[in-house]
């Protein structure tokens, strides 16, 4: 069964009674479906793309959360060869939340990081939602750092609505380690390429998005907090995330306009988890062009560039 977000209902009866033609035509050989289904079909076609021709803000937030959008793991096995994943922060524990290991990317050798939010209920708990605590962020400082040591460009794959802030989080130095991971991306002498494939949330994505090269999906979104936060602080109603959602400017095409995101990475129609083949692809290629872009920087270019693109976030978009 196809999971709908709430904007999509009316899509959902279509496909839903072209599903059910299709399945009594397969219990009775007799019937020809053919025509119906297919006038369905195209309705839903229709519909999908209006839907999607415009998604407002809040909208691109739910489909960046659809629960059957490819997650990290997935981009992984798809993307990468000989994957090997590291684990453990060598001081608390090791954090489910951050998956990460030496890996290759067509022929080249590079280290991968990313959150994994989990696939169902027992994957999802085990992986805290893919919101990680501080063994998370040290454990990504301890796999940069082997990155710089070993010359492995570091590819990270952002998933997250934030840090987890749980009272154990806190009291084992949660926000010094997400400074220390951000501290980490800034100092490394090789290529950093993020790619946030669903959420962004707060500094628990900027801990491992302050890269040379940051991509976003279609639909994806990044920002310093979520659209219902921002809505329980400045209105005390979380139930305003719509108007809080316009105000972050957290999609893919505010925040390229105001210089925080490089590349776009479109979709198919109805978001990443309709086609990940698709998606699989796009973004394979996308890596692959930031990759040669910043192969030719030495490592003292590369810091610079590093630097330099985020001491300057946001004046793009103030200019304008």
């Given at each position: 069964?196809?999971?709908?977000?709430?904007?999509?209902?009316?899509?959902?009866e279509?496909?839903?009674?072209?599903?059910?033609?299709?399945?009594?035509?397969?219990?009775?050989?007799?019937?020809?479906?053919?025509?119906?289904?297919?006038?369905?079909d195209?309705?839903?076609q229709?519909?999908?793309?209006?839907?999607?021709?415009n998604l407002?803000?809040w909208?691109?937030?739910?489909?960046?959360?659809?629960?059957?959008?490819?997650?990290?793991?997935?981009?992984?096995?798809?993307?990468?060869?000989?994957?090997?994943?590291?684990?453990?922060d060598r001081?608390?524990?090791?954090?489910?939340?951050?998956?990460?290991?030496?890996?290759?990317?067509?022929?080249?050798?590079?280290?991968?990081?990313?959150?994994?939010?989990?696939?169902?209920?027992?994957?999802?708990?085990?992986?805290?939602?893919?919101m990680?605590?501080?063994?998370?962020?040290?454990?990504?400082?301890?796999?940069?750092?082997?990155?710089?040591?070993?010359?492995?460009?570091?590819?990270?794959?952002?998933?997250?609505?934030?840090?987890?802030?749980?009272?154990?989080?806190?009291?084992?130095?949660?926000?010094?380690?997400?400074?220390?991971?951000?501290?980490k991306?800034?100092?490394?002498?090789?290529?950093?390429?993020?790619?946030i494939?669903?959420?962004?949330?707060?500094?628990?994505?900027?801990?491992?998005?302050?890269?040379?090269?940051?991509?976003?999906?279609?639909h994806?979104?990044?920002?310093?907090?979520?659209?219902?936060?921002?809505?329980?602080?400045?209105?005390?109603?979380s139930?305003?995330?719509?108007?809080?959602?316009?105000?972050?400017r957290?999609?893919?095409?505010?925040?390229?306009?105001?210089?925080?995101?490089?590349?776009?990475?479109?979709?198919?129609?109805?978001?990443?988890?309709?086609?990940?083949?698709?998606?699989?692809?796009?973004?394979?290629?996308?890596?692959?062009?930031?990759?040669?872009?910043?192969?030719?920087?030495?490592?003292?270019?590369?810091?610079?560039?590093?630097?330099?693109?985020?001491?300057?976030?946001?004046?793009?978009?103030?200019?304008?």
């Amino acid at each position: 069964m196809r999971h709908y977000l709430d904007f999509e209902k009316p899509l959902a009866e279509i496909e839903g009674k072209a599903e059910e033609l299709r399945a009594l035509a397969r219990q009775n050989d007799e019937m020809d479906v053919d025509a119906e289904a297919e006038a369905l079909d195209k309705k839903a076609q229709t519909m999908l793309k209006d839907l999607y021709q415009n998604l407002s803000p809040w909208r691109k937030c739910q489909v960046a959360r659809h629960p059957e959008r490819p997650h990290c793991i997935e981009y992984i096995n798809e993307l990468f060869l000989e994957f090997t994943p590291l684990a453990g922060d060598r001081n608390f524990a090791d954090d489910h939340a951050v998956v990460g290991g030496i890996a290759r990317f067509n022929d080249t050798p590079i280290m991968v990081i990313g959150n994994e939010k989990g696939n169902d209920t027992k994957t999802r708990i085990e992986r805290n939602f893919g919101m990680a605590r501080p063994e998370g962020y040290r454990k990504a400082i301890r796999l940069m750092s082997l990155a710089d040591k070993f010359g492995l460009p570091v590819i990270t794959l952002v998933d997250t609505p934030g840090a987890y802030p749980g009272k154990g989080a806190e009291e084992r130095g949660q926000s010094e380690a997400i400074a220390r991971s951000t501290e980490k991306c800034l100092q490394i002498g090789v290529p950093i390429i993020s790619l946030i494939i669903g959420e962004g949330g707060s500094g628990g994505a900027v801990a491992f998005a302050t890269a040379n090269k940051v991509l976003m999906l279609e639909h994806s979104v990044y920002s310093v907090i979520s659209p219902e936060g921002c809505a329980s602080i400045l209105w005390k109603d979380s139930e305003k995330m719509r108007e809080a959602a316009e105000a972050l400017r957290l999609t893919a095409q505010d925040l390229t306009k105001l210089g925080v995101n490089d590349i776009i990475i479109e979709e198919p129609m109805g978001g990443a988890h309709r086609d990940r083949k698709i998606v699989f692809k796009e973004v394979k290629n996308a890596i692959s062009k930031a990759l040669s872009d910043l192969a030719k920087k030495k490592p003292k270019d590369l810091i610079k560039h590093r630097r330099d693109k985020f001491l300057s976030l946001g004046q793009q978009g103030l200019a304008s």
